[in-house]
């Protein structure tokens, strides 16, 4: 019953801006961990930024100063604002939700990115 939906994706301009945020429910969204993964034609699927229940933050050396996770427990939902993107980031990205200490997790159906050089 937990459910998980991207928004946001989208075609945009290399060097150009793109938010994506993640509405969820059916959980208590105050106790999990929040992430987004992204996954390229023929490669896993890599952490590209996560945000603890506490706020604490995690990226990928690759988007490091360029993209930004926030959360927002009141309306449920977490964001990914992403600058300075590359064409090599086309591609699904996806949120994920998972509760500490448990293992159990979520994943929404993903949010198509596509930059244009």
């Known amino acids: 019953q937990v459910q998980l939906v991207e ?11 793109l938010r994506l945020s993640c509405t969820t429910s059916g959980s208590v969204f105050r106790f999990n961990d929040m992430g987004w993964y992204r996954q390229a034609p023929g490669n ?3 952490l590209v930024a996560r945000i603890t229940t506490n706020r604490i933050i995690t990226y990928a050396d690759s988007v490091k100063g360029r993209f930004t996770i ?6 449920t939902a977490v964001y990914l604002q992403m600058s300075s993107l590359k064409p090599e ?5 996806y949120c994920e939700q998972g509760l500490p200490g448990t293992g ?7 949010t198509k990115v596509s930059v244009s050089s």
């Open 7 to 17: 928004s946001g994706g989208g075609l945009v301009q290399a060097g150009g801006p």
């Open 70 to 75: 926030s959360r927002d427990n009141a309306k």
């Open 89 to 93: 980031e086309t591609t699904v990205y």
């Open 104 to 110: 159990w997790g979520s994943w929404g159906p993903g």
């Open 44 to 46: 896993q699927r890599e």
